[in-house]
C-alpha cells in the first residue's frame, strides 16, 4: 500500500497559472508522481499528482527526454488547474497517452519537482537517480517520427511479433533485423535515429544506465531498448 495525498492546488499568482506544489516533507525522502485521468480527445490532458514516500517504493516509470528552449506554452490540467509544459513534454505525454503505460504511475521532472523552488529542486536533483534505478521502466522519448524512425522501429516491431525468417543473399536464413543491409539505405535510416539531439544529453548516462527496463518511443511507435540495441550491433559487422 503507497500512502499518498493530492499535491495541492491552492491560488497562485496569475504569472504561474494558478498551480502550486505542496512543499514537500524534510522529515523523509518523498516525490511526486503523476498519472493520467480520464480526457476527452478534444480537451487538454489532465493528470493527478500526488506525493508519496520514496521509502515506500511506489510503482512507477520514469519520463527520459530533452526539456527543449521553447517556451511552455502547452497546456495540461494537474489536479484540475492550468499547467503549461514544453512542446516536446507535451508530445511525449499525447504518445504516452494512447500507449499501454498509460494506466501507471509516472515521474516527469518538469512538473513533480517545483523548478521554481531552488531548494527542492535541488534537493531533488541529488536524488534522481533513485528514482530512474526504482523505476519499473525508463521510458525515453527521441521525438516526432519520421519516414526512417518508422521503418526501424517497425523492424524492431515486426522481430518481436512475427520472429520474421528471411533469405539472405547467400541462400542462409535468418531474422529479418539481423539481414539488414546497414550499409545501404537501411544503415542510413539507423543513423538519422542516433543523430537525434536526445542522445546528446548529458542525463542519459544517469538515466539509461540506472534504468532495469528501457521503452523507446518515437511517434507513435515504440520499442524495447534490448531489440533496439541490436541494430548497431549488426551495423558493425558483429
Not at 52 to 63: D, G, Q
Not at 112 to 118: E, F, G, L, R, Y
Not at 193 to 219: K, M
Request: hydrophobic letters at 40%; aromatic letters at 12%; proline letters at 4%.
Amino acid at each position: 500500500t503507497i500512502t499518498t495525498q493530492p499535491d495541492s492546488t491552492l491560488p497562485m499568482k496569475a504569472d504561474t497559472a494558478g498551480f502550486i506544489h505542496t512543499p514537500l516533507g524534510t522529515d523523509e525522502h518523498y516525490i511526486r508522481l503523476l498519472k493520467f485521468d480520464p480526457t476527452a480527445p478534444e480537451k487538454p490532458l489532465k493528470f493527478s499528482l500526488i506525493t508519496c514516500k520514496f521509502a515506500e517504493k511506489p510503482a512507477h516509470n520514469s519520463l527520459s527526454y530533452e526539456w527543449g528552449t521553447v517556451a511552455a506554452d502547452q497546456l495540461i490540467l494537474v489536479n484540475d488547474r492550468p499547467f503549461f509544459i514544453r512542446e516536446n513534454l507535451h508530445s511525449f505525454l499525447k504518445a504516452l497517452a494512447t500507449s499501454a503505460y498509460r494506466e501507471n504511475y509516472f515521474f516527469a521532472d518538469a512538473i513533480c519537482i517545483n523548478q521554481v523552488d531552488i531548494s527542492e529542486r535541488n534537493a531533488q536533483v541529488q536524488r534522481m537517480g533513485d528514482l530512474y534505478a526504482q523505476a519499473e521502466n525508463v521510458l525515453v522519448w527521441l521525438g516526432h517520427s519520421t519516414a526512417e524512425s518508422d521503418f526501424v522501429f517497425d523492424v524492431c516491431i515486426d522481430s518481436v511479433a512475427n520472429s520474421t525468417i528471411v533469405t539472405t543473399k547467400l541462400g542462409g536464413q535468418k531474422a529479418r533485423i539481423e539481414a539488414l543491409d546497414f550499409n545501404a539505405p537501411d544503415g542510413q535510416a539507423l543513423d538519422t535515429v542516433y543523430q537525434r539531439s536526445y542522445w546528446t544529453r548529458l542525463w542519459i548516462i544517469q538515466e539509461l544506465f540506472l534504468a532495469r527496463n528501457i521503452i523507446l518511443f518515437c511517434g507513435s511507435k515504440s520499442t524495447t531498448w534490448s531489440v533496439f540495441r541490436r541494430l548497431p550491433r549488426w551495423n558493425k559487422g558483429e
